[in-house]
C-alpha cells in the first residue's frame, strides 16, 4: 500500500522558514501533480501551491510571494519551501498527489493519495 511520507514541520518564530518535503512509498513510476493544502483550527482546507508534470505551479493567494513549490521527479519528492512565516500560516500541512501510477501486490494502479499531515506552527 503507498502511503505518503511528510517531513519538515515544526514549530519556528515570525518571519523564520521551514521546507517541508513528501514522498511516497512503493514501486511508483510517475506521478502527474503534486500539491500541498493546509487546514488551520476552526478552518477549512485550502490549497497552497500545485505543481504538475509540466512544472507549472499555482500558489494560493495568501502565500504567493513566500512559498515556492517544486519537485524532483527522479525521486517523487514534492518539496515547500516557505520563508517570511506568519502566525496565520499555523496548520496541519497535507501532501496530495494525483494520478499516481505504480505496482504493488495487487497490479498496476493509477489513483491519488493523501499524507498525513504535518503541523507547521508560527509564534508571534
Known amino acids: 500500500q503507498v502511503q505518503l511520507v511528510e517531513s519538515g514541520g515544526g514549530l519556528v518564530h515570525t518571519g523564520e522558514s521551514l521546507r517541508l518535503s513528501c514522498v511516497p512509498t512503493?514501486?511508483?513510476?510517475?506521478?502527474?501533480?503534486m500539491a500541498w493544502y493546509r487546514q488551520g483550527s476552526g478552518t477549512e482546507r485550502e490549497l497552497v501551491a500545485r505543481?504538475?508534470?509540466?512544472?507549472?505551479?499555482k500558489y494560493g493567494s495568501s502565500v504567493a510571494g513566500r512559498f515556492i513549490i517544486s519537485r524532483d521527479n527522479a525521486n517523487n519528492t514534492v518539496f515547500l519551501q516557505m520563508n517570511g512565516l506568519l502566525p496565520e500560516d499555523t496548520a496541519v500541512y497535507s501532501c496530495?498527489?494525483?494520478?499516481?501510477?505504480?505496482?504493488?501486490?495487487?497490479?498496476?494502479?493509477?489513483?491519488?493519495?493523501w499524507g498525513q499531515g504535518t503541523q507547521v506552527t508560527v509564534s508571534s
Open positions: 496530495n498527489m494525483e494520478g499516481v501510477y505504480g505496482l504493488d501486490g495487487h497490479g498496476f494502479f493509477q489513483r491519488d493519495f
Open positions: 512503493g514501486k511508483i513510476f510517475s506521478i502527474d501533480a
Open positions: 505543481i504538475n508534470s509540466y512544472g507549472t505551479t
